[in-house]
């Protein structure tokens, strides 16, 4: 059963554009969801996180925009560079879970020159 | 100064082979974790152990064992190797048990059994 759906599974945009890459929960019971980056030959790496308190964070170029009543979330990489190509996780996880993330599918990114 | 290490990069073994991947963490965390990444990249958290105690076990096969010597080290041992078990593992850490906490992620360990 998966509890975190991600999309789309693969984004290819021009340098400068913006990316974005959603995600839907299920269990209502997450209350944080963080993005992890992943190189090729990397381990993934936190890039942003949120708790459902707000409607969005934003850290540089990168921004979550989270609907709680939608139970969606996504990452928002605004003038994307070929340095951003990587693979996107999103993530979810409640209080009681004792930090057992229940990742989405990935989203291949890849930022063209 | 790499911060979670994970030993080996490769490995490249027969069905029904024993192997071990072996993890340390200079973070100075209480929290470990193994997660197995297949081949559509697809992460999912396999054990979890706090302070040298298990405190997550997912629905993983008895042939992989888990041993904590103490809270910077945690290894998985791997018994009777499978085809479906060839796959990237990762070892991560965290400062605690939270929900909220930062996962430190090794380069992982890259499985294959033929």
């Known amino acids: 059963q998966q509890q975190v759906k991600q999309s789309p599974q693969s984004l290819i945009v021009q340098k400068g554009g913006i990316s974005i890459i959603n995600c839907a929960y299920e269990n209502t019971a997450f209350d944080y969801f963080p993005w992890y980056q992943q190189f090729p030959g990397k381990g993934p790496a936190l890039l942003i996180a949120?708790?459902?308190?707000?409607s969005e964070k934003k850290e540089g170029r990168f921004t979550i925009s989270f609907n709680k009543s939608a139970k969606q979330f996504s990452l928002h990489i605004m003038d994307s560079q070929p340095g951003d190509s990587a693979t996107y996780f999103c993530a979810a996880s409640f209080g009681t879970s004792g930090s057992r993330l229940t990742f989405g599918e990935g989203t291949q990114l890849t930022v063209n020159p | 100064d790499t911060a979670v290490s994970q030993t080996p990069k490769y490995l490249v073994t027969q069905m029904g082979n024993d192997k071990s991947i072996k993890c340390e963490q200079n973070l100075g965390h209480d929290t470990m974790y193994w997660y197995k990444q297949d081949s559509k990249k697809f992460l999912k958290i396999m054990f979890s152990y706090n302070n040298k105690e298990l405190i997550i076990n997912e629905t993983v096969p008895n042939r992989f064992s888990p041993k904590s010597p103490d809270k910077a080290h945690l290894n998985l041992h791997i018994n009777s190797l499978e085809l479906g078990d060839s796959a990237v593992y990762f070892c991560a850490s965290s400062q605690r048990p939270t929900n909220t906490g930062e996962l430190f992620f090794g380069e992982g360990s890259r499985l294959t059994v033929l």
């Open positions: 949120i708790r459902p308190d707000v």
